[in-house]
């Protein structure tokens, strides 16, 4: 067994990211990333403090927008339209889940979609799914992506499981497994013989929210499992998915909870706003 380790790709990714940033300021063209928070939810603030903290540390400008629970809809649409206009934003990011009164779904097909570095504008789950490479992907599947490719894990001719259906995770991390020519499964709350389907599953990728749903008989031996879940028990601490203690002895590599996908996700969404940056350079006639 081989721990897939988030924290030492989500570096190296950083440390491209660095340097591909000092590129961009060196021809005139500084890479800025704007973060819409909406209310006052803490898992939100914790998420949008660590994306500050990794602007920092790669020279990233980040751009904060904190609004209170009570903003309208029609307020945050008006602040994404001036962002949209903005030629010194390359990325907005709109922190997920918003408040109940306000529709995600129009927030986020609002964002111009070469702006769009979470990857769920309309258009870039489109050029995901139809195998183009110019559009945004989202950064969960992203990051689980180069991490396999980092660790030389060559999905190609494998049987693939993913336990979830989220646009966020499931469906586009079934769209790259797919162009990446694994043969894919997907599975969700109303799939029958969950069982019997994973262990046939030569990559398992969990992302259910619920925790330690994959147990140990649920593994052939020598898969690969990566956990997206991360769920806080009653004691305070945290775990993923997947039972680890119990399923790791089964598998060939493994993510941990924490230290696995996470860092990656953040790693991903400083890679796509680099993109977006080298895009906006080339219009620029400056690359």
């Known amino acids: 067994m081989k721990i897939l380790d988030g924290k030492i790709s989500s570096a190296n990714a950083k440390e491209q990211i660095k340097h591909d940033t000092e590129v961009l300021k060196n021809i005139g063209v500084e ?3 704007a973060v819409i928070l909406v209310g006052e939810n803490k898992a939100s603030q914790t998420y949008v403090a660590s994306k500050e903290k990794a602007c920092i540390q790669t020279g990233i400008k980040s751009i904060m927008h904190r609004l209170p629970e009570s903003t309208t809809q029609s307020e945050l649409l008006a602040l ?4 949209n206009l903005d030629d010194g934003v390359d990325g907005i990011l709109v922190q997920l889940p918003l408040p109940k009164h306000i529709d995600t779904n129009t927030v986020l097909e609002n964002i111009r979609c070469d702006k769009d570095v979470d990857g769920f504008h309309a258009i870039n789950v489109g050029k995901l ?26 999905p190609a001719g494998k049987n693939a499981v993913i336990i979830g259906r989220s646009n966020i995770v499931g469906k586009p991390m079934a769209s790259l497994l ?3 020519n694994a043969t894919i499964t997907i599975t969700h709350s109303k799939t029958k013989n969950l069982k019997e389907i994973c ?3 030569d990559i398992i990728v ?6 330690n749903f994959v147990t140990k008989d649920m593994v052939k031996d020598g898969a690969i499992v990566i956990d997206v879940g991360i769920n806080r028990l009653d004691d305070g601490s945290l775990c993923g998915d997947v039972d680890f203690k119990n399923v790791a002895e089964k598998t060939s590599y493994i993510t941990p909870v924490p230290g696995g996908v996470g860092p990656m996700t953040i790693a ?3 890679k796509n706003t680099i993109k977006s940056t080298q895009n906006r350079a080339k219009k620029l006639g400056l690359v």
Do not use: H, Q
């Open 199 to 201: 262990k046939n599953a």
């Open 268 to 270: 991903m969404l400083l």
């Open 80 to 83: 994404i339209n001036v962002l």
């Open 206 to 211: 969990a992302a259910i929210g619920k925790p």
């Open 178 to 180: 797919l162009n990446a």
């Open 31 to 33: 890479p800025a990333l």
């Open 129 to 154: 799914a139809s195998g183009f490479k110019d559009g945004f992907v989202p950064c969960t599947p992203l990051g689980i992506m180069n991490m396999l490719n980092e660790y030389n894990i060559d």
